[in-house]
Protein backbone atom coordinates (compact mmCIF):
# COMPACT_ATOMS: atom_id res chain seq x y z
CA UNK A 1 0.00 0.00 0.00
CA UNK A 2 1.57 3.12 -0.55
CA UNK A 3 2.17 5.88 1.81
CA UNK A 4 0.35 9.13 2.06
CA UNK A 5 1.68 12.37 0.44
CA UNK A 6 1.04 15.65 1.82
CA UNK A 7 0.14 18.50 -0.91
CA UNK A 8 -1.14 21.90 -0.98
CA UNK A 9 -5.44 22.03 -1.56
CA UNK A 10 -5.87 23.59 -4.60
CA UNK A 11 -9.19 24.35 -6.97
CA UNK A 12 -8.67 21.27 -8.56
CA UNK A 13 -9.19 19.04 -5.45
CA UNK A 14 -12.07 20.80 -4.36
CA UNK A 15 -14.95 18.06 -5.68
CA UNK A 16 -13.12 14.93 -4.48
CA UNK A 17 -12.53 17.24 -0.67
CA UNK A 18 -16.68 17.61 -1.11
CA UNK A 19 -16.98 14.08 -1.49
CA UNK A 20 -15.31 13.11 1.05
CA UNK A 21 -17.40 15.81 3.30
CA UNK A 22 -20.85 14.95 2.28
CA UNK A 23 -19.95 11.20 2.77
CA UNK A 24 -18.61 12.32 6.72
CA UNK A 25 -22.65 14.79 6.60
CA UNK A 26 -24.13 11.56 5.82
CA UNK A 27 -22.88 9.54 8.23
CA UNK A 28 -23.75 12.29 11.35
CA UNK A 29 -26.97 12.43 9.63
CA UNK A 30 -27.98 8.89 10.31
CA UNK A 31 -27.33 9.40 14.23
CA UNK A 32 -28.57 13.06 14.37
CA UNK A 33 -31.73 13.66 11.90
CA UNK A 34 -31.86 16.88 12.97
CA UNK A 35 -28.74 18.36 10.90
CA UNK A 36 -29.68 20.10 8.19
CA UNK A 37 -29.62 18.49 4.70
CA UNK A 38 -26.26 19.92 2.34
CA UNK A 39 -26.25 19.47 -0.86
CA UNK A 40 -23.69 21.94 -2.19
CA UNK A 41 -20.24 21.10 -0.37
CA UNK A 42 -18.17 22.30 -3.16
CA UNK A 43 -19.30 25.87 -3.29
CA UNK A 44 -18.63 25.72 0.86
CA UNK A 45 -15.29 24.57 0.52
CA UNK A 46 -14.67 26.58 -2.34
CA UNK A 47 -15.79 29.52 -0.07
CA UNK A 48 -13.67 28.21 2.80
CA UNK A 49 -10.75 28.60 0.35
CA UNK A 50 -11.27 31.37 -0.76
CA UNK A 51 -10.72 33.51 2.01
CA UNK A 52 -8.05 36.18 2.01
CA UNK A 53 -6.15 34.39 5.06
CA UNK A 54 -6.95 30.54 3.83
CA UNK A 55 -4.32 28.02 2.71
CA UNK A 56 -5.44 24.18 3.06
CA UNK A 57 -3.69 20.72 2.30
CA UNK A 58 -4.70 17.38 0.94
CA UNK A 59 -3.30 13.90 2.14
CA UNK A 60 -3.35 11.24 -0.90
CA UNK A 61 -2.77 7.90 -0.96
CA UNK A 62 -2.05 6.47 -4.50
CA UNK A 63 -4.35 8.14 -6.39
CA UNK A 64 -7.03 8.79 -3.91
CA UNK A 65 -7.56 11.59 -2.16
CA UNK A 66 -8.10 10.96 1.36
CA UNK A 67 -8.00 13.86 3.56
CA UNK A 68 -7.93 17.37 3.53
CA UNK A 69 -7.90 20.28 6.15
CA UNK A 70 -8.51 24.38 5.44
CA UNK A 71 -7.72 26.55 7.63
CA UNK A 72 -6.69 30.28 8.21
CA UNK A 73 -4.97 32.14 11.01
CA UNK A 74 -5.59 31.78 13.78
CA UNK A 75 -8.44 28.47 12.80
CA UNK A 76 -7.75 25.56 11.84
CA UNK A 77 -11.30 24.07 10.40
CA UNK A 78 -12.73 21.19 8.77
CA UNK A 79 -9.89 18.52 9.67
CA UNK A 80 -11.03 15.34 7.93
CA UNK A 81 -8.12 12.73 8.92
CA UNK A 82 -10.39 9.82 9.50
CA UNK A 83 -7.30 8.41 12.17
CA UNK A 84 -5.48 8.06 8.65
CA UNK A 85 -2.16 10.57 9.85
CA UNK A 86 0.42 9.45 12.47
CA UNK A 87 1.23 11.97 15.13
CA UNK A 88 4.07 12.69 13.76
CA UNK A 89 2.89 13.58 10.20
CA UNK A 90 0.11 15.75 11.91
CA UNK A 91 2.80 18.26 13.65
CA UNK A 92 4.35 18.20 10.21
CA UNK A 93 0.96 19.00 8.90
CA UNK A 94 0.75 21.21 11.66
CA UNK A 95 4.14 23.18 10.47
CA UNK A 96 3.20 23.10 6.88
CA UNK A 97 0.11 25.11 7.65
CA UNK A 98 1.81 27.52 9.59
CA UNK A 99 3.82 28.42 6.61
CA UNK A 100 0.70 29.11 4.52
CA UNK A 101 -0.11 33.18 4.15
Same mark, same amino acid.
Given at each position: ?? /?????????????? =?????????????????????????? $???????????? /??????? /????? =???? /?????? $?????????????? =???????????
Amino acid at each position: MP /GIEIEPLEDEHLRA =AAALLAKRHARHRATEALLPEISDFH $SQLKRDLDHEAA /GGVIAVR /GDDLV =AYMI /GRAPIV $SMPHWGGILSDQQI =AELIAYLKTLK
